[in-house]
C-alpha cells in the first residue's frame, strides 16, 4: 500500500472567489508545486480542459494530474444528462490517467455566493435523498465501467456537509461512490477526523488534506458568516499549520490500508499567505507526518 503526495492549486488561485490569485499564472502553480516536491496536482480553473493542452505543461514540470473537480446537478435531473454533461471531463480524466474523479452536488449549493450564510446551505428531505442516491448510484456504477472511481466530496454549503449527511450517503449508496475525506471540510461541518476515518475509511478513495483554525470557525458561526468570508478570514491553511493532529488522522489512514492521494489544500488570501512558503512548508510537513503515521510513500519520479 503507498501513498502519492499531491497539491491542489488553490495554494495559488482560488476556484470559489476568483479575486484571490487571479494574478498569478498557471505555470508559476506547475513549477513551484514540482520545486515543492509534490508528484502531482488537481484540476484548477486556470488549468486546460483538454489533455492535448494540458498534458505538455504537466510533463514540462514532471508533474501528473491526481484528479479534477465534477459539479453535478443529479437533484434536479437524471442520471444519463448527468453522464452525457461529464463526457469532457471523463475524457480528460482517463487520458491523463486518473484513477478517481472528485464529484460534488451542487445543487442549491450556497457556497459561491459570498452574500449567503453557509447555515443556509441546503438540507435534503427524504424525497431529496429518495432522488438523489439512486442517480448517484448510476453515474458511480457508470464511471467504474470506465475505468474511473468516483470520489464523492463533502463540502461546506452543499447538500452533503455534516457528519448525518455523509452518514446517509454512505448507507444509501453502493462502494461505487467512494468518499473524498476532506479534514478541513469535515471539521469546519462540526465533524469529528477520526471519528469520519473509522466510520467510512473503507469507501475513502481520495484525500483533502487541510488544516483549521479553531477560532475562525468560532467567530464565523458567531457572525453566521458565508463560506467564502470564513475563507478570507483564513478558517483553513495548509497541513500542520493549524488545530489539527495530522499525526493521528494520517494514522488512522493507514490501519484502514488507505493508498490514494494526499492532496494537500488551504483557501488563502494569497497577498497575506504567499503561495511558495505554503507548498513548501506543505510538502515537508505532508511527506514527515505521513511516514511517521506509518503510510508508506510512492517514489517520486
Same mark, same amino acid.
Given at each position: 500500500?503507498?501513498?502519492? &503526495?499531491?497539491?491542489?492549486? &488553490?495554494?495559488?488561485?482560488?476556484?470559489?472567489?476568483?479575486?484571490?490569485?487571479?494574478?498569478?499564472?498557471?505555470?508559476?502553480?506547475?513549477?513551484?508545486?514540482?520545486?515543492?516536491?509534490?508528484?502531482?496536482?488537481?484540476?484548477?480553473?486556470?488549468?486546460?480542459?483538454?489533455?492535448?493542452?494540458?498534458?505538455? &505543461?504537466?510533463?514540462?514540470?514532471?508533474?501528473?494530474?491526481?484528479?479534477?473537480?465534477?459539479?453535478?446537478?443529479?437533484?434536479?435531473?437524471?442520471?444519463?444528462?448527468?453522464?452525457?454533461?461529464?463526457?469532457?471531463?471523463?475524457?480528460?480524466?482517463?487520458?491523463?490517467?486518473?484513477?478517481?474523479?472528485?464529484?460534488?452536488?451542487?445543487?442549491?449549493?450556497?457556497?459561491?455566493?459570498?452574500?449567503?450564510?453557509?447555515?443556509?446551505?441546503?438540507?435534503?428531505?427524504?424525497?431529496?435523498?429518495?432522488? =438523489?442516491?439512486?442517480?448517484?448510484?448510476?453515474?458511480?456504477?457508470?464511471?467504474?465501467?470506465?475505468?474511473?472511481?468516483?470520489?464523492?466530496?463533502?463540502?461546506?454549503?452543499?447538500?452533503?456537509?455534516?457528519?448525518?449527511?455523509?452518514?446517509?450517503?454512505?448507507?444509501?449508496?453502493?462502494?461505487?461512490?467512494?468518499?473524498?475525506?476532506?479534514?478541513?471540510?469535515?471539521?469546519?461541518?462540526?465533524?469529528?477526523?477520526?471519528?469520519?476515518?473509522?466510520?467510512?475509511?473503507?469507501?475513502?478513495?481520495?484525500?483533502?488534506?487541510?488544516?483549521?483554525?479553531?477560532?475562525?470557525?468560532?467567530?464565523?458561526?458567531?457572525?453566521?458568516?458565508?463560506? =467564502?468570508?470564513?475563507?478570507?478570514?483564513?478558517?483553513?491553511?495548509?497541513?500542520?499549520?493549524?488545530?489539527l493532529d495530522f499525526e493521528a488522522i494520517l494514522g488512522q489512514l493507514a490501519a484502514?490500508?488507505?493508498?490514494?492521494?494526499?492532496?494537500?489544500?488551504?483557501?488563502q488570501d494569497q497577498t497575506v499567505a504567499p503561495s511558495w512558503p505554503l507548498a513548501q512548508r506543505s510538502y515537508r510537513y505532508l511527506h514527515d507526518t505521513a511516514?511517521?503515521?506509518?503510510?508508506?510513500?510512492?517514489?517520486?519520479?
Open positions: 500500500m503507498t501513498v502519492r &503526495l499531491g497539491v491542489n492549486p &488553490l495554494l495559488w488561485t482560488n476556484d470559489d472567489l476568483p479575486l484571490l490569485g487571479d494574478e498569478t499564472p498557471l505555470t508559476q502553480c506547475l513549477a513551484e508545486a514540482r520545486r515543492a516536491g509534490y508528484q502531482g496536482v488537481e484540476m484548477g480553473r486556470k488549468f486546460p480542459t483538454t489533455f492535448d493542452a494540458l498534458g505538455p &505543461l504537466l510533463a514540462d514540470e514532471s508533474l501528473v494530474l491526481a484528479s479534477g473537480w465534477y459539479s453535478s446537478n443529479l437533484l434536479e435531473h437524471e442520471a444519463d444528462v448527468e453522464i452525457e454533461a461529464l463526457q469532457g471531463h471523463l475524457a480528460l480524466m482517463k487520458a491523463a490517467g486518473v484513477s478517481d474523479m472528485v464529484f460534488c452536488e451542487t445543487a442549491r449549493c450556497v457556497h459561491l455566493d459570498r452574500d449567503l450564510a453557509v447555515s443556509r446551505r441546503p438540507r435534503l428531505t427524504d424525497a431529496d435523498w429518495q432522488t =438523489l442516491a439512486p442517480r448517484l448510484n448510476r453515474v458511480a456504477d457508470y464511471l467504474a465501467e470506465q475505468g474511473i472511481r468516483l470520489a464523492y466530496h463533502h463540502h461546506m454549503g452543499t447538500p452533503i456537509q455534516s457528519t448525518d449527511d455523509v452518514a446517509r450517503l454512505m448507507n444509501e449508496t453502493g462502494d461505487n461512490v467512494g468518499l473524498l475525506f476532506d479534514t478541513g471540510h469535515c471539521r469546519f461541518a462540526g465533524g469529528d477526523p477520526l471519528d469520519w476515518v473509522a466510520r467510512w475509511g473503507r469507501r475513502i478513495n481520495h484525500v483533502h488534506c487541510k488544516d483549521v483554525r479553531e477560532a475562525v470557525i468560532a467567530r464565523s458561526r458567531n457572525r453566521n458568516a458565508s463560506f =467564502l468570508d470564513a475563507v478570507v478570514d483564513g478558517v483553513f491553511t495548509i497541513p500542520g499549520d493549524g488545530d484502514q490500508g488507505y493508498d490514494g492521494w494526499l492532496v494537500a489544500e488551504a483557501e511516514r511517521s503515521a506509518g503510510l508508506r510513500l510512492a517514489e517520486a519520479a
